[in-house]
């Protein structure tokens, strides 16, 4: 875990593994299970809903069904935020901390700590970590992720303080 604290220059590498995969959606009606924290990780989730960018990358806000301030979305299905998951089990791998695994790295953005995960279907997976609650970003369209994370930034820090989540 401590390797996901240090601060290190990924944006080139960022750009570099997560703009080799395509996928793209023709589906504009979003959708996106909604997470079930507790109250604490929740009233940090409506705080974050209450100060999230209504543009991400160039794509306006579209939020996904059901409806919810645990939920957003931008572009339709090419950006999907969830905040309030669990913690993905390679946030604890080994083999992910040790840079190891091809499919996932730890890497900082703009004062906020991720997990980047290669889905296998092309999507990528981002799940904040350092931070009070987990929040999961989706990027499915072969975007290059860095400019989606750099948007992001400020709301994570000023909604969801450092710190462990619960």
Avoid at 14 to 40: E, I, M, N, R, Y
Avoid at 78 to 85: E, N, Q, S, T
Wanted: net charge negative.
């Amino acid at each position: 875990m401590n390797s996901l604290r240090h601060r290190h220059a990924v944006l080139p590498a960022l750009a570099l593994l997560f703009t080799t995969a395509g996928c793209s959606s023709a589906d504009d009606g979003a959708s996106a299970a909604v997470p079930t924290p507790d109250a604490k990780v929740a009233h940090l989730c409506r705080t974050l809903d209450g100060v999230l960018p209504a543009k991400v990358d160039g794509e306006n806000r579209d939020d996904p069904e059901p409806a919810s301030v645990l939920t957003a979305g931008w572009g339709g299905e090419a950006i999907i935020l969830r905040c309030g998951v669990g913690q993905p089990p390679k946030m604890a791998d080994p083999k992910v901390a040790n840079g190891n695994d091809p499919k996932a790295m730890a890497g900082g953005v703009d004062g906020v700590d991720w997990l980047m995960e290669e889905q296998d279907d092309g999507t990528h997976r981002f799940t904040t970590a350092s931070r009070e609650a987990y929040v999961e970003v989706r990027v499915s369209d072969g975007r290059d992720s860095t400019g989606v994370l750099v948007d992001l930034a400020p709301a994570l820090k000023e909604a969801v303080p450092e710190g462990i989540a619960s």
